[in-house]
């Protein structure tokens, strides 16, 4: 199965921005469609952005107008830069495909008022 690497959370202020990144250790991205996820304590997985192999997008209506997703085929990385960040942002954030995830070991954003 393709592994994958989350990075680039950190310890923010609100209306602070970070960019997380997933790198796959396989070529993905031309045949999957890839999502963002994240869980916070006592919540449910929260799948908050999405992209497809023909580069559709998807956001949920808590992240849309503030986050972006994006890949690079050529880097094999998928990344989601996160702008005007708030407190119910906080959570650990996983990259999985949409189909047949595997979860990785995330990377933590905390978003501090």
């Known amino acids: 199965q393709v592994q994958l690497v989350e990075s680039g959370g950190g310890l923010v202020q609100t209306g602070g921005s970070l960019r997380l990144s997933c790198a796959a250790s396989g070529s993905i991205f031309n045949i999957n469609a890839m999502g963002w996820y994240r869980q916070a304590p006592g919540k449910e997985r929260e799948l908050v952005a999405a992209?497809?192999?023909?580069?559709?997008?998807y956001y949920a209506d808590s992240v849309k107008g503030r986050f972006t997703i994006s890949r690079d085929n050529a880097k094999n990385t998928l990344y989601l830069q996160m702008n005007s960040l708030k407190p119910e942002d906080t959570a650990m954030y996983y990259c999985?495909?949409?189909?047949?995830?595997?979860w990785g070991q995330g990377t933590q954003v905390t978003v501090s008022s």
């Open positions: 999985a495909a949409l189909i047949n995830p595997s």
């Open positions: 992209i497809s192999a023909g580069a559709t997008t």
